[in-house]
């Protein structure tokens, strides 16, 4: 089991920048590969982004490609997610994800790889 709490959500203009962190605890941070995923209202959750265990292999979908950016200090058991150019569209809860032992970080993809969820953190882009 990982215990993951996410933080760093907020209101934010069109165009602007947060960063969210999600803090691990339990199982051993540094072999898991980590995910982020996103769910607006009354739309089902969607990846955003995932990080091989070392940081070296990270991958996005494409509605956020060259604006996020997914990264882990293994040292602080975190992972971050940096946002910028923010869009309305971006608005949703982010929740970031630990996958299932033994999944590659290169088919970690959707909710069903991942087995331990954060709460959930609330970002906002108005226009």
């Known amino acids: 089991q990982v215990q993951l709490v996410e933080s760093g959500g907020g209101l934010v203009q069109a165009g602007g920048s947060l960063r969210l962190s999600c803090a691990a605890s339990g199982r051993t941070f540094s072999s898991v590969v980590m995910g982020w995923f996103r769910q607006a209202p009354e739309k089902e959750r969607e990846f955003v982004a995932a990080?091989?265990?070392?940081?070296?292999?990270?991958y996005y979908t494409d509605s956020v490609k060259g604006r996020f950016t997914i990264s882990r200090d293994n040292a602080k058991n975190t992972v971050y997610l940096q946002m910028n150019s923010l869009k309305p569209e971006d608005t949703a809860v982010y929740y970031c994800?630990?996958?299932?032992?033994?999944?590659?970080?290169?088919?970690?993809?959707?909710?069903?790889?991942?087995?331990?969820w954060g709460q959930g953190t609330q970002v906002t882009v108005s226009s």
């Open positions: 994800a630990a996958a299932k032992p033994g999944i590659p970080w290169t088919q970690a993809r959707g909710i069903t790889s991942f087995d331990n």
């Open positions: 990080i091989s265990w070392s940081g070296i292999g990270t």
